[in-house]
């Protein structure tokens, strides 16, 4: 049988695991929306962690983060709107792509211009070689 002990250092790392799962998307996807910062003001725990987040059509999101995956439930920051019914999405890139054509267009741009560094370091290689 498990001790209070053991069960408060399971409940930390689960909370843990979910805050770095949010840094992650923070990080991840800050180059493609005005604004992106994990709630200071909703309570964090085993099992949800909220974001707040304003994307460059200046459209504001509260985001659950669960194991179900992340889903808008709110238009302000820190706010959950009771009775909402919206869909989760597997990852934060499926969300913001859902309802921001503007994060779809600067993340496609991004991606194209990553390939293009590529290909251009690749043609240096090979130039490279040649000599």
Not at 44 to 55: E, F, K
Not at 81 to 102: A, G, N, Q
Request: glycine share 4%.
């Amino acid at each position: 049988m498990a001790s209070d002990t053991d069960s408060s250092l399971l409940n930390e790392s689960d909370i843990k695991l979910m805050k770095i799962e949010a840094d992650a998307a923070v990080q991840e996807v800050a180059f493609a929306v005005k604004h992106v910062e994990i709630s200071s003001k909703l309570p964090a725990s085993d099992d949800v962690v909220y974001l707040n987040i304003v994307t460059k059509e200046n459209d504001t999101f509260c985001i659950e983060l669960t194991v179900q995956g992340f889903r808008v439930i709110g238009h302000e920051y820190d706010t959950i709107t009771k009775d909402i019914s919206t869909p989760y999405f597997e990852t934060i890139y499926s969300l913001l792509d859902h309802y921001s054509p503007k994060y779809r267009l600067t993340f496609g741009q991004a991606l194209a211009d990553k390939l293009q560094e590529l290909q251009e370091t690749e043609i240096g290689n090979s130039e490279d070689e040649e000599k």
